[in-house]
């Protein structure tokens, strides 16, 4: 009876460590890139190439987002967007004394503060020029997803 038990047990701990090594071996064969020539979701969820220059310009290194000092409460998906909407205006010698700030609210809605004045959406703001730059920075941050 002894010697039953402890073959059983023997073969029950080199079934235990049979498993752990393929499931060791397998965990180093995933492949991060995916088989298809379409990024995986976590090369997708980066932040835009804006948001990286401004925040190793700042000396912050590469965050999600770039949030400053005494600016409006935003989600990061905002600062982003924001990030690439200030690129379009400093480019821009008609917009580029422009004060934007984008902020979200609390039911999580979008808020446009333009020269310290706020906007509910994108209709609202005072030139035709910065409504376009909007639009297009929006376009921007959703064509990278």
Partial sequence: MMMITMVLGGIAILITVG????????????????TTDKKPEWM????????IAAT?????????YNHDEGEKL???F????????????????ALKNIKVDLG?????????WVN????ASINELPDEGLKKAVREAVKSWESRK
């Fill in 19 to 34: 498993v752990i090594a393929f499931l060791f071996i397998k965990s180093n064969q995933v492949n991060l890139t995916g």
């Fill in 44 to 51: 997708r969820s980066n932040p835009p190439a804006e948001t």
């Fill in 56 to 64: 190793k310009a700042e000396g912050e290194g590469v965050t999600i």
């Fill in 74 to 76: 935003a989600s990061p």
């Fill in 78 to 93: 905002a600062e982003q967007i924001e990030d690439i909407l200030r690129v379009k205006l400093e480019a821009d010698p």
């Fill in 104 to 112: 979200t609210d609390r039911d999580g809605n979008l808020e446009f």
């Fill in 116 to 119: 310290e004045k706020k906007y």
